[in-house]
């Protein structure tokens, strides 16, 4: 009599793989955007240092757990903003100066352009001011930033209306984005000058200063 071979009675003990669910990607989706208001709110009102992971978990409504397994730690959801705010104003500005061929022009429609796009975001003012040493620290490791430079020495470049080294670009693009970003990190609550007013005036102290490097000349 031939023998039938036995059933495997032991229960593989491999972890159980899910299918795709739109079901189960939505919750996530939602954690995650739930965790990213709370944190938004808790750094623009109290700052990163003030700030627990214990308030935005609280806040969001979503478990301890979740947070780690999305962001890791609040200073790694910290970058995530700055990273992101940085990339914004990377595209913003150089769309803007893509509008212009002088140099002037292309700085006050770019500075007017990210002073309007900072304040027109709810928190970010707060965000900047409440988190000045951190953004100091932690801006000039992302690769927006670096991209920023090189848009800004294309446009000078473009619109200084001399050929200029590249040590002279690399100058003027960095003491641009330095202008902007002191500008930015001083912004606040209180009434202060329009946009365009601090536009222009961001404008004229660059274009002037850097007379000595023939910007004004035609």
């Not at 490791?141 to 209306?161: N, S």
Request: charged content about 30%; glycine content about 6%.
């Amino acid at each position: 009599m031939t023998e039938q071979p036995r059933a495997d009675t032991h229960r593989s003990t491999a972890p159980r793989k899910y299918a795709p669910s739109a079901k189960r990607a939505a919750r996530t989706s939602e954690a995650r955007d739930r965790i990213r208001r709370a944190a938004w709110h808790a750094f623009s009102s109290q700052g990163l240092d003030a700030a627990s992971i214990a308030g935005i978990v609280r806040e969001s409504g979503v478990s301890t757990g979740s947070f780690y397994n999305h962001f890791g730690s609040k200073e790694a959801l910290f970058e995530v903003f700055l990273e992101e705010l940085a990339e914004e104003v990377r595209a913003l500005t150089a769309r803007a100066r893509s509008k212009a061929d002088d140099l002037e022009t292309m700085l006050r429609i770019s500075f007017e352009a990210l002073l309007e796009h900072i304040v027109s975001i709810e928190g970010a003012r707060g965000f900047i001011e409440r988190n000045q040493h951190h953004v100091r620290a932690s801006l000039h490791q992302f690769d927006a930033m670096e991209r920023m430079l090189e848009d800004l020495r294309r446009d000078v470049a473009r619109g200084a209306g001399r050929s200029l080294s590249a040590q002279e670009l690399d100058l003027v693009a960095r003491m641009i984005f330095a202008m902007g970003l002191e500008t930015i990190l001083q912004l606040d609550e209180r009434p202060g000058p329009s946009s365009s007013e601090a536009a222009a005036l961001m404008t004229a102290m660059i274009v002037r200063g850097v007379g000595g490097l023939g910007l004004e000349k035609t």
